[in-house]
T-cell receptor, first 114, second 117 residues
Framework: KQEVTQIPAALSVPEGENLVLNCSFT??????LQWFRQDPGKGLTSLLL?????REQTSGRLNASLDKSSGRSTLYIAASQPGDSATYLC?????????????FGQGTILTVHP | DAGVIQSPRHEVTEMGQEVTLRCKPI?????LFWYRQTMMRGLELLIY????????DSGMPEDRFSAKMPNASFSTLKIQPSEPRDSAVYFC???????????????FGPGTRLTVL
């Protein structure tokens, strides 16, 4: 059974800092990995999707990397802003007979203070 | 473009009542997922459909829960009878699955916050 762990559980940083969120998973036979953002009381917003054959994806100030063999992904946020404050969720997509299923981590609560 | 649409956004009901949650996926998407989010258990997949057919319902907690997808643009999740421990936020998500250009990126609706008294 796939298990996804996110570290740290919470992070508080001053505005302008570069930061890294970590995600690890136990079964490396994945189809893809997706990073989401969730604001309080809201739904999930997809940030980046990395296919299993890819090493990284970039969108603006966000960069996500994937090391499938070691079961790890990182989300790098450059020059953080107060508007980045949210919960960040990592989700691992299964392949094979479980194609399409996402297993989520518990999330990292990020606070960026001015 | 409209994203995934869910209704109602909030539902308060009494224990024992039937609850029906509704979802309209993004047009053109052929996979639909129902999730439940609680503080204790995080986000859990309840059931998912591919081309309107239920593929995996192993996450449905009990027989009190049922889900249908009568056509490509509509799905329901029903709880009958509801219990206080069913209180959670229920999310619907959709994606394009299968085919050479499929990346299976899931897009989520705003959720339905269910409170069972």
């Amino acid at each position: 059974k796939q298990e996804v762990t996110q570290i740290p559980a919470a992070l508080s940083v001053p505005e302008g800092e570069n930061l890294v969120l970590n995600c690890s998973f136990t079964d490396s036979a994945i189809y893809n990995l997706q990073w989401f953002r969730q604001d309080p009381g809201k739904g999930l917003t997809s940030l980046l999707l990395i296919q299993s054959s890819q090493r990284e994806q970039t969108s603006g100030r966000l960069n996500a990397s994937l090391d499938k063999s070691s079961g790890r992904s990182t989300l790098y946020i450059a020059a953080s802003q107060p508007g980045d404050s949210a919960t960040y969720l990592c989700a691992v997509g299964a392949g094979g007979t479980s194609y399409g299923k996402l297993t989520f981590g518990q999330g990292t609560i990020l606070t960026v203070h001015p | 473009d409209a994203g995934v649409i869910q209704s109602p956004r909030h539902e308060v009901t009494e224990m024992g009542q039937e609850v029906t949650l509704r979802c309209k996926p993004i047009s053109g998407h052929n996979s639909l997922f129902w999730y439940r989010q609680t503080m204790m258990r995080g986000l859990e997949l309840l059931i998912y459909f591919n081309n309107n057919v239920p593929i995996d319902d192993s996450g449905m907690p009990e027989d009190r829960f049922s889900a249908k997808m009568p056509n490509a643009s509509f799905s329901t999740l029903k709880i009958q009878p509801s219990e206080p421990r069913d209180s959670a936020v229920y999310f619907c998500a959709s994606s394009v699955a299968g085919g050479a250009l499929s990346y299976n990126e899931q897009f989520f609706g705003p959720g339905t916050r269910l409170t069972v008294l």
